[in-house]
């Protein structure tokens, strides 16, 4: 085999595309030089070379998230998180959500909507994303387990304590929460007892 001059860009953008490595923007970038005699040339010289190497590669079975993930791409490219998607549903003892699945549906309280990622009944708590219009309102209430809160976005008052985003709070069993309002709009993540679903 003869070594590639790596000091044409040309050979190497070449190389990728005979063997099928080449990234989108760089099958872009190629695609004008193909109009070129010489870089055609170039790059039917490369299949040989190509042909031998995958040859002298001994066959792998590949791992099988690594397959599922490939497959995924192949089968929905109209969906950025297929890859995620197929890892996710390989990986045993894991639930994930992504961002993009699911719609906040309207609770009770106007202006506050609620996304739910997970109940756990048997730790009787649920775990939601909450989001809250400017000037809504979330009314007191008590809890008869821990309430965790973190504001991801916007900002809330609890009383006279104004939350930003990346604040904490936790309320413990027997605690009565007084309302939480927001002037601007918030989006919070709330681990909370499964009897405040009930309310």
Not at 118 to 143: C, E, N, W
Request: charged content about 20%.
């Amino acid at each position: 085999m003869t070594p590639i001059d790596r000091s044409d860009p040309t050979d190497e953008q070449a190389a990728l595309v005979a063997a099928g490595a080449a990234t989108p923007e760089e099958m872009a970038a190629f695609e004008p030089l193909l109009a070129d005699l010489t870089s055609l040339t170039g790059l039917a010289g490369f299949g040989p070379v190509v042909n031998e190497l995958a040859h002298a590669i001994p066959a792998l079975n590949p791992p099988v998230a690594a397959k599922a993930k490939l497959f995924a791409r192949l089968m929905d490219r109209s969906d950025p998180r297929a890859a995620d998607r197929a890892a996710a549903s390989g990986m045993a003892g894991f639930v994930f959500r992504f961002g993009e699945d699911g719609e906040f549906a309207p609770t009770p309280y106007p202006g506050v909507w609620a996304r739910m990622l997970h109940v756990d009944t048997a730790r009787s708590q649920f775990s939601v994303i909450l989001k809250m219009d400017p000037g809504s309102v979330y009314p007191s209430h008590a809890h008869d387990g821990p309430e965790e809160c973190v504001v991801l976005d916007g900002e809330i008052s609890v009383g006279n304590v104004r939350m930003r985003r990346g604040d904490y709070q936790r309320a413990e069993p027997g605690s009565d929460h007084i309302e939480q309002r927001t002037e601007t709009g918030a989006l919070l993540f709330i681990t909370a007892p499964l009897s405040l679903l009930e309310t």
